[in-house]
C-alpha cells in the first residue's frame, strides 16, 4: 500500500501485488477522520478504511481486515493529517 502526495497537491493511494503489479489505484476523494484517525475512500460498491496498523475493506456489509506487516511500516496515518493540515490537498477532506 503506497499514499503519495503529487507536486499538485492531490493524494493518491496504490496498492500493490507482492510482484510489483498494481492491483487498484484511487486518487478520488478522501477522507481523513480525526477521531478514528484514519483515511478511508469509496471505489465503487467497497469502502476502505485505513488504519495505523490495518486495512478495512466493507463490501456489502461484509468486513475483511487486512493487518500491516510492521517491518514494513514507514509512516503513520497521523502524518497524513499532520503533514497536509496546512496545505490545500485538493481531494482531501478532514471529517470529524
Known amino acids: 500500500m503506497y499514499l503519495i502526495k503529487t507536486e499538485t497537491n492531490h493524494l493518491y493511494y ?14 478520488d476523494v478522501f477522507f481523513y477522520s480525526k477521531k478514528e484517525n484514519s483515511l478511508s475512500f469509496e471505489s465503487g460498491n467497497v469502502r476502505y478504511t485505513i488504519f495505523n496498523n490495518k ?15 510492521t517491518e514494513t511500516k514507514r509512516n503513520n496515518i497521523s502524518n497524513v493529517y499532520n503533514s497536509f493540515k496546512n496545505e490545500n490537498i485538493e481531494n482531501l477532506e478532514i471529517i470529524n
Not at 14 to 27: A, H, M, Q, S, V
Not at 59 to 66: C, F, R, S
Open 14 to 27: 496504490f496498492f500493490t501485488k507482492k510482484n510489483g503489479d498494481i492491483e487498484l489505484l484511487y486518487r
Open 55 to 69: 486495512i478495512e475493506v466493507n463490501v456489502n456489509n461484509a468486513k475483511t481486515i487486512i493487518n500491516a506487516k
